[in-house]
């Protein structure tokens, strides 16, 4: 059964960094798209960035609000998913999902359950 | 970027009502849509997928059409445990991008 577990979330001052991770299990993350995903409080879903799987090239792509300062990356020896944040704004407060379909590419059957990531002074 | 039009923002229907949501796609998507739901606290959860296909487990109530630029959801019968808000998401074009979501109540 594929299963993600996020963790890493937090409060952070404007400015500063945080680096989320995802476990996942189940599959081998390396055969995977990976992406992350965040829900700002009482708004919509919101594309954060991907990464394809390894035999696809590992490419990685963020959303424009993001880029530059967000980094996604893998340790395949430990199955897990991290997103780096630095540089973070009040706008980026968000619960963040990390989701895949394995071989499903941007077709998400399964979400972690998300981890809280609060940026405020 | 392809924006994804959604309506109703929010809907109120009886148990066993029929409910449809549309999507508007900004540009030609082909069928690169799928549909979540979000329920109150929980992640989302995928029922639709390529427009119109039915994810492994979720009840046939549920279905999907179109392709191109407009897409509809559809709940057959509304069931109390259908409460939850729904959102598009195309996947044609970077960046993915998701409707603005339907809140569906009880009336």
């Known amino acids: 059964e594929v299963q993600l577990v996020e963790s890493g979330g937090g409060w952070v001052k404007p400015g500063g960094s945080l680096r989320l991770s995802c476990a996942a299990s189940g599959f081998n993350l390396s055969n995977a798209w990976m992406s992350w995903v965040r829900q700002a409080p009482g708004k919509g879903l919101e594309w954060v960035g991907r990464?394809?799987?390894?035999?696809?090239?590992?490419?990685?792509d963020y959303a424009a609000p993001v880029k530059g300062r967000f980094t996604i990356s893998r340790d395949d020896s430990k199955n897990t998913l991290y997103l780096q944040m630095n540089s973070l704004k009040t706008e980026d407060t968000a619960m963040y999902y990390c989701?895949?379909?394995?071989?499903?590419?941007?077709?998400?059957?399964?979400w972690g359950q998300g981890t809280l990531v609060t940026v405020s002074s | 970027d392809i924006q994804m039009t959604q309506s109703p923002s929010s809907l109120s229907a009886s148990v066993g009502d029929r409910v449809t949501i549309t999507c508007q796609a900004s540009q030609d998507i082909s069928n690169y849509l799928n549909w979540y739901q979000q329920k109150p606290g929980k992640a989302p959860k995928l029922l639709i997928y390529d427009a119109f296909n039915l994810e492994t487990g979720v009840p046939s109530r549920f279905s999907g059409s179109g392709s191109g630029t407009d897409f509809t959801f559809t709940i057959s019968s509304l069931q109390p445990e259908d409460i939850a808000t729904y959102y598009c998401q195309q996947f044609d074009n970077l960046p993915l991008t998701f409707g603005g979501g339907t809140k569906v109540e009880i009336k």
């Open positions: 989701a895949t379909g394995v071989l499903r590419y941007f077709v998400w059957s399964s």
């Open positions: 990464i394809k799987s390894k035999t696809d090239g590992g490419t990685r």
